[in-house]
């Protein structure tokens, strides 16, 4: 099974940045997408991004234009760079690996812990 840590939270201004990293136990074979959730206290979790295994790549409407999903295959990482953060990017990030390609956490199997962004000034 596949195991992530996250890291890279902390706390930023308004209009920072921050870059989170996930690192995985293991390469993954065959087709798979690696997504980006974040979930805010007393609320769902909401998807940002994903990256598959043949290049595909989605952003929510909210952080398009201003987060970039990407991977380094040779440190088995993905990663989100996170420019002109708001308040509303708050919340505990969270990684997270499946079989089909979208923004819905139902559809993802193995999760990582979590690491905490907060945007405040």
């Known amino acids: 099974q596949l195991q992530f840590v996250e890291s890279g939270g902390g706390l930023v201004q308004p209009g920072g940045s921050l870059r989170l990293s996930c690192s995985a136990s293991?390469?993954?074979?065959?087709?798979?997408?690696i997504a980006w959730f974040r979930q805010a206290p007393g609320k769902e979790r909401e998807g940002v991004s994903c990256?598959?295994?043949?290049?595909?790549?989605y952003y929510a409407d909210s952080v398009t234009g201003r987060f970039t999903i990407s991977r380094d295959n040779a440190k088995n990482t993905v990663y989100l760079q996170m420019n002109s953060l708001k308040s509303d990017d708050t919340g505990v990030y969270y990684c997270?690996?499946?079989?089909?390609?979208?923004?819905?956490?139902?559809?993802?199997?193995?999760w990582g812990q979590g690491t905490q962004v907060t945007v405040s000034s």
């Open positions: 997270a690996v499946g079989s089909r390609f979208g923004l819905l956490a139902s559809i993802y199997d193995y």
């Open positions: 293991r390469f993954t074979s065959g087709y798979y997408v």
């Open positions: 990256i598959s295994s043949t290049g595909g790549i």
